[in-house]
């Protein structure tokens, strides 16, 4: 089965939609828009519609403002959500599977996403620590992908762009909770543009499968992995569950 991971295009899924490559799961870890806005929302569906892969999966990021439930809401987007009759933005995702704490089965394969990261001031925000712990603990130990949008402590998450001349972003409770309950296979993820790429502790392999760089220039190319079917099961059947 081969995935084909992106994230962080920010409204820029135009400048690399032909440019990525086909797969059978496609993988988007989040920042889709700048701040959420409906019509953002309508291109981006549209968009992802447009590529040929059999199964496209998605979660939010911080810059997907008011996805979260019970957030408050701009005025705007009060507006246009009322305009089409919905409640949330992410309804208006019907060309993909939109995950929030929730897992699928693809193939047999086991994948779960979850939005959540330790940067105040935007959505699915919670703090370092019991908070975020909290949130990861609804991850299933059976995961065999995981999607989150903040990476964990110490892989891909290198934020140079810091007036401390740099420092670690990554999350040190989601890391704990990968290598030493969950341990998928393969840990997809963005949120720190300038650590595109693939670090491994010898049991999952991280990716930071960011496409645009710190100042928003779609620089990174998409990430491919495959996974081998599990037994009894065939390309022929889509199942997700």
């Known amino acids: 089965v081969r ?16 440019l990525i490559p086909d797969g059978d799961v496609l993988i988007h870890a989040g920042d889709f828009t700048e701040a959420g806005d409906v019509s953002a929302v309508i291109k981006f569906n549209q968009q992802i519609g447009k590529l040929p892969h059999k199964v496209k999966i998605v979660i939010a990021g911080n810059h997907e403002l008011g996805f979260e439930d019970g957030e408050e809401m701009s005025d705007r987007q009060l507006a246009g959500l009322s305009m089409l009759g919905i409640g949330k933005a992410y309804e208006l995702l019907t060309n993909c599977i939109y995950l929030c704490d929730r897992m699928i089965e693809v193939y047999g394969i086991k994948i779960y996403g979850a939005p959540w990261h330790p940067m105040p001031g935007y959505s699915f925000y919670r703090q370092r620590g019991q908070a975020l712990l909290q949130k990861w603990n609804q991850i299933p130990n059976k995961t065999d992908v995981l999607i989150t949008h903040t990476p964990p402590l110490g892989h891909g998450d290198f934020n140079a762009w810091t ?46 499968a960011s496409t645009c760089d710190h100042k928003l220039r779609t620089e990174y190319d998409p990430i491919i992995f495959d996974m081998p079917l599990p037994y009894g099961r065939s390309k ?6």
Not at 4 to 17: A, F, G, N, P, Q
Not at 236 to 241: F, P, T
């Open 163 to 208: 007036k401390l001349g740099g420092m670690l972003a990554g999350c040190a409770e989601l890391l704990n909770t990968v290598e030493y309950r969950v341990k998928p296979k393969y840990h997809v993820f963005g949120h720190i543009h300038q650590q595109h790429g693939c670090t491994t502790n010898g049991v999952t392999t991280f990716i930071n």
């Open 236 to 241: 022929d059947e889509v199942i997700v569950l």
């Open 3 to 18: 995935f084909v991971c992106i994230s962080d295009t920010h409204e820029k899924m135009d400048e690399v939609l032909d």
